[in-house]
Nanobody, 129 residues
Framework: QVQLVESGGELVQAGGSLSLSCAAS????????MGWFRQAPGKEREFVAG????????YYGDSVKGRFTISRDNTKSTVYLQMNSLKPEDTAVYYC??????????????????????WGQGTQVTVSS
């Protein structure tokens, strides 16, 4: 079956950096666009970043533009999220998600969490002030 497993979340000080990974299994990884979302307590799930199947095209939420970078390695079936200049408001559970590339027609298709097919269990990122 399809599995997405996130790792790399931890406690970090404001201004620091963290790298998250999401390893996929049970899927043909290159057939999927990937996204990172986050959810803080009491808040809705928020789009963080998305990447197309080949890794050429990326998209970012406004709150992380210029600080976070999404990338993927199809040979390792893994998507990454490099997070720099972390802020306390980045504290959340971070989820990776997979979306069939056949349902991607443009950048707007990455932003709605309801449109993704598979989800990981999440990894906690805590940024202390």
């Amino acid at each position: 079956q399809v599995q997405l497993v996130e790792s790399g979340g931890e406690l970090v000080q404001a201004g620091g950096s963290l790298s998250l990974s999401c390893a996929a299994s049970g899927v043909t990884f290159s057939s999927y666009a990937m996204g990172w979302f986050r959810q803080a307590p009491g808040k809705e799930r928020e789009f963080v970043a998305g990447i197309n199947w080949s890794g050429i095209t990326t998209y970012y939420g406004d709150s992380v533009k210029g600080r976070f970078t999404i990338s993927r390695d199809n040979t390792k079936s893994t998507v990454y999220l490099q997070m720099n200049s972390l802020k306390p408001e980045d504290t959340a559970v971070y989820y990776c998600a997979a979306k069939s590339r056949r349902t991607v027609y443009g950048g707007s298709d990455y932003y709605r969490f309801q449109d993704y097919d598979y989800w990981g269990q999440g990894t906690q990122v805590t940024v202390s002030s």
